[in-house]
């Protein structure tokens, strides 16, 4: 839960931690994603920079921006944040197979020409883990570069809004579950009864969605219907 990845984000970004958890307060608009959301794949990224070799301050930097990358991939070719997250993980360590499903194609030769024109490694020379890992993220950002911002371009768009709705529906699902429980207490009992209130409502949130969907002033129904 929400409370598990801030946790997970003191560990893996130590000093930077609040900057991420700032950068996070956003994430519905800037990433299509929940601050839980946000915070895993971030969280994930900077552990695998971190193993890499980078810096705290790089970690935690990268990890911001591969994460916006990932969001801008998913706009870009309508798919899931998850799937292009999937693609962005595995391009990192030089798992690239995922990158073809969003149009990017990397080949490993291009990986070792692109350390040798950052200066990473000298000709004759092999790639160490994390001259690896800079020459992937260079690639792919300059491969992507058609991408990025892509949320910030069409954010206004259906497919984009729907994966806002479905992010802030997380959102609420996760402040509404926290004050149940905080009402309850935390029993085997408390949990029967917050699936029988959640059964009976599910009618009720379906008929609510509908009215509004159906509605030419979504916002007035909404309102009506508090």
Known sequence: DLNEQLSKTEVVFGDNADAIKKWSETSVDSLLSTQEEALGYASTLGFILEQSGFSADETANLSMSLTQLTADLASLNNVSVEQAFTAVRGAIVGEREALKSLGVVIQETDVKNEALTLG??????????????????????????VAQGDVARTGDSLANQMKKISAE??????????????????????????????????????????????????????????
């Open 120 to 145: 990473l490694i000298k000709q004759g020379e092999e790639l160490t883990t994390n001259a690896k890992a800079q020459a992937n993220i260079s690639l792919l950002m300059k491969k992507t570069a």
């Open 169 to 226: 529906a997380k959102e609420l699902q996760t402040a509404f579950g926290k004050g149940l429980v905080g009402g309850f207490g935390d029993t085997s009992e408390t949990g029967q009864q917050l699936i029988d209130i959640m059964r009976r409502l599910n009618p009720l949130v379906e008929s609510f969605g509908r009215a509004i969907g159906e509605s030419t002033d979504p916002l007035a129904e909404f309102v009506n219907l508090l």
